[in-house]
């Protein structure tokens, strides 16, 4: 696996199953980027699948950095396939709700067109498509509004600004499903256990919320856990009261049908996950 140290790179290591043994390489252990370097280190070692865990995830930041970002989340992606296809491999890639630009009124298909906003989406959806190498045969996965007891994200962010502030206010108007890490990993390990039909696929939690949504069942647990000492008021604002460099989908829920069907783990609503997560967080 590549990436490790990420959210979902952390999760997969942290839930290797028996019949599995997973080598993780940091991006100070291998540049993914180079594919001199990439094949060195994956044909002919006789791995039989390789995850792709590492991404440009910076979604504002990449407006900036275009450049960058496909790089990482697109060259490298093919990199990665050729040297799967060349080492009889099979890749693992994890890619965005963002490929959708957000216009549905239902939860989007893996057939679905995509029309990603921003650089970071547009970036990502070429990396699905160089996932796709001539002969290759990748399970593309992918997911949305993901957290995890360590790493940056909104969870951690939220809980530090709720001990900090007297206040905090939360978009209200983008809709989509928050996603532990781990679900993600369980899942991932149930397509690889399946050795899953070539394709994409969603996953997430169930369920679906806004921002604030988030936000306000982020600080009910975070108090029922002691991780936070007193409410503050959490106050829904429209995305133009919250502008931001990149664009992002307005209505992003992912339809799971296909992936629950062919794993046997089960999703559980993102609100229970939520619980879990933060039972994780007050335990270290």
Request: proline content about 6%; charged content about 15%; aromatic content about 8%.
């Given at each position: 696996?590549?990436?490790?140290?990420?959210?979902?790179?952390?999760?997969?290591?942290?839930?290797?199953?028996?019949?599995?043994?997973?080598?993780?390489?940091?991006?100070?252990?291998?540049?993914?980027?180079?594919?001199?370097?990439?094949?060195?280190?994956?044909?002919?070692?006789?791995?039989?699948?390789?995850?792709?865990?590492?991404?440009?995830?910076?979604?504002?930041?990449?407006?900036?950095?275009?450049?960058?970002?496909?790089?990482?989340?697109?060259?490298?992606?093919?990199?990665?396939?050729?040297?799967?296809?060349?080492?009889?491999?099979?890749?693992?890639?994890?890619?965005?709700?963002?490929?959708?630009?957000?216009?549905?009124?239902?939860?989007?298909?893996?057939?679905?067109?995509?029309?990603?906003?921003?650089?970071?989406?547009?970036?990502?959806?070429?990396?699905?498509?160089?996932?796709?190498?001539?002969?290759?045969n990748p399970i593309l996965l992918r997911t949305a509004w993901?957290?995890?007891?360590?790493?940056?994200?909104?969870?951690?962010?939220?809980?530090?600004?709720?001990?900090?502030?007297?206040?905090?206010?939360?978009?209200?108007?983008?809709?989509?499903?928050?996603?532990?890490?781990?679900?993600?990993?369980?899942?991932?390990?149930?397509?690889?256990?399946?050795?899953?039909?070539?394709?994409?696929?969603?996953?997430?939690?169930?369920?679906?919320?806004?921002?604030?949504?988030?936000?306000?069942?982020?600080?009910?647990?975070?108090?029922?856990?002691?991780?936070?000492?007193?409410?503050?008021?959490?106050?829904?604002?429209?995305?133009?009261?919250?502008?931001?460099?990149?664009?992002?989908?307005?209505?992003?829920?992912?339809?799971?049908?296909?992936?629950?069907?062919?794993?046997?783990?089960?999703?559980?609503?993102?609100?229970h996950n939520l619980r879990m997560m933060l039972d994780e967080?007050?335990?270290?």
């Amino acid at each position: 696996m590549v990436g490790g140290g990420g959210q979902v790179a952390s999760a997969l290591a942290s839930t290797v199953p028996a019949a599995h043994a997973l080598i993780v390489k940091t991006q100070l252990d291998l540049d993914i980027t180079d594919a001199a370097a990439v094949t060195d280190a994956m044909v002919g070692q006789g791995f039989d699948w390789i995850i792709n865990g590492a991404a440009y995830t910076a979604v504002d930041l990449a407006e900036k950095e275009p450049a960058l970002a496909q790089q990482i989340n697109a060259t490298a992606v093919g990199i990665l396939a050729r040297a799967a296809l060349a080492g009889a491999a099979r890749l693992v890639h994890i890619s965005t709700d963002f490929v959708f630009d957000g216009n549905a009124n239902v939860a989007y298909l893996p057939t679905d067109r995509t029309n990603p906003l921003s650089v970071y989406g547009v970036t990502k959806l070429a990396g699905e498509f160089e996932a796709f190498a001539p002969g290759g045969n990748p399970i593309l996965l992918r997911t949305a509004w993901v957290y995890a007891s360590t790493g940056k994200n909104f969870v951690l962010t939220m809980l530090r600004l709720m001990r900090e502030r007297p206040e905090v206010r939360v978009v209200c108007d983008q809709i989509g499903t928050p996603t532990w890490a781990v679900g993600i990993a369980h899942a991932i390990w149930g397509l690889i256990d399946s050795n899953a039909t070539p394709g994409i696929y969603h996953w997430t939690d169930l369920g679906v919320a806004s921002w604030y949504d988030f936000a306000v069942a982020i600080q009910e647990e975070g108090l029922a856990r002691g991780l936070l000492t007193h409410a503050v008021p959490v106050i829904p604002i429209p995305t133009s009261a919250y502008p931001t460099p990149a664009r992002r989908p307005t209505f992003s829920v992912l339809n799971t049908d296909s992936t629950r069907s062919a794993v046997a783990y089960p999703a559980q609503h993102w609100r229970h996950n939520l619980r879990m997560m933060l039972d994780e967080l007050r335990a270290q």
